[in-house]
């Protein structure tokens, strides 16, 4: 059974452009979530998909970040425009069913670079 | 302000050792703590968890402590090996509410020496 996919792998943009991260679950897994590491901190949470709602998006940082998750399977988080504390690393989680309860599967991540 | 907190940022052992991270917590309300390994250029992947309602969890070589007054919890690892070597990042969640927002600590990095 394939796990979290994540594209890119790694994204360098200048300050201003646009980013679109993507995230494909685990087949059949309704939860989606999104975090993100800057350097060295801790992961912090950015929203929770349940199918294609917003469960809980208390995490995104502001409204240059913009989640998606139409049709309720894969899910793409736009940055627009990107600022340089924007850098660190975004993963990509699901679970088969909500609450913490459940285990959530991560993807590998997308390394985003904002010079 | 950060809940979860692993003050020690790097940790390193002789293979065979115990090898015991720590993990503080703020938040009196959470309910449900996990551990998750990550291996570089990998996502985490879960290792073990604790609910509040015990105060041991085992899983093989894997054990965590949990000192609710204390808000501390640790994470033994014995016999330690090389294949060990990872982040391990300490998270907390309200587990009975239907969010499955995980609250995690900045992580540890666990060098085990052959």
């Known amino acids: 059974e394939a796990g979290v996919t994540q594209f890119p792998s790694h994204s360098v943009i200048e300050k201003g452009q646009t980013v679109t991260l993507r995230c494909d679950p685990i087949?059949?897994?309704?939860?989606l979530y999104w975090y993100r590491r800057v350097m060295g901190k801790e992961i912090k949470f950015l929203l929770h998909f349940v199918k294609e709602s917003k469960q809980d998006e208390s995490g995104m940082p502001n409204n240059r970040f913009l989640a998606e998750r139409t049709g309720g399977t894969y899910s793409t988080l736009k940055v627009q425009p990107a600022e340089l504390e924007d850098s660190g690393v975004y993963f990509c989680?699901?679970?088969?069913?909500?609450?913490?309860?459940?285990?959530?599967?991560f993807g590998p991540g997308t390394r985003l670079t904002v010079l | 302000d950060q809940q979860v907190k692993q003050n020690s940022p790097s940790l390193s052992v002789q293979e065979g050792r115990i090898s015991i991270l720590n993990c503080d917590y703020t938040?009196?309300?959470?309910?449900?703590f996990l551990w998750y390994k990550k291996y570089p250029a990998e996502g985490p992947t879960f290792l073990i968890s604790?609910?509040?309602?015990?105060d041991k969890n085992e899983d093989g070589r894997f054990t965590v402590f949990l000192n609710k007054s204390a808000k501390h919890l640790s994470l033994h690892i014995v016999p330690s090996q090389p294949g060990d070597s990872a982040v391990y990042f300490c998270?907390?969640?309200?587990?009975?509410?239907?969010?499955?927002?995980?609250?995690f600590g900045q992580g540890t990095t666990l060098q085990v020496k052959p």
């Open positions: 998270a907390a969640s309200y587990g009975s509410s239907n969010t499955g927002k995980l609250i």
């Open positions: 938040n009196s309300m959470f309910d449900y």
């Open positions: 087949s059949g897994h309704d939860n």
């Open positions: 604790i609910s509040s309602i015990k």
């Open positions: 989680a699901s679970s088969l069913v909500d609450g913490a309860y459940n285990e959530q599967f």
